[in-house]
């Protein structure tokens, strides 16, 4: 059984910063990557950020520059650090991991198999 776990929302002002991490956990054979994708009330859920074990990375236009990815020291741990926050930002934000091989720059919700809960993050202006 594997289990993803996410940490770090929260409410930040417009301008601030947070930090969200990730661990996967339980039977796993091998994660080939792992993600962040968020949904607004009312919207489709969207993909934030992702990286591949080999460091490879995606952002979404509306995060290029202010978002960054990576990987923890831990394994299975990706962390996304957000800078410059926008009331838009606000979504409740999700981990996902993929087990199945996939392409970084085509990458969708679709390449991902484990999910997390997701945890909130709200922007205020």
């Known amino acids: 059984q594997v289990h993803v776990a996410e940490s770090g929302g929260g409410l930040v002002q417009a301008g601030g910063s947070l930090t969200l991490s990730c661990t996967a956990s339980?039977?796993?054979?091998?994660?080939?990557?792992m993600g962040w994708f968020r949904q607004a009330p009312g919207k489709q859920r969207e993909l934030v950020a992702v990286?591949?074990?080999?460091?490879?990375?995606k952002y979404a236009d509306s995060v290029k520059g202010r978002f960054t990815i990576s990987r923890g020291n831990a394994e299975n741990t990706v962390h996304l650090q957000m800078h410059s926050l926008k009331p838009e930002d606000t979504a409740d934000y999700f981990c996902?991991?993929?087990?199945?091989?996939?392409?970084?720059?085509?990458?969708?919700?679709?390449?991902?198999?484990?999910w997390g809960q997701g945890t909130q993050v709200t922007v205020s202006s």
């Open positions: 990286i591949s074990r080999g460091d490879n990375t």
């Open positions: 996902a991991a993929a087990v199945r091989p996939f392409l970084v720059l085509s990458a969708t919700h679709e390449d991902f198999e484990l």
């Open positions: 339980g039977s796993i054979l091998t994660i080939l990557g």
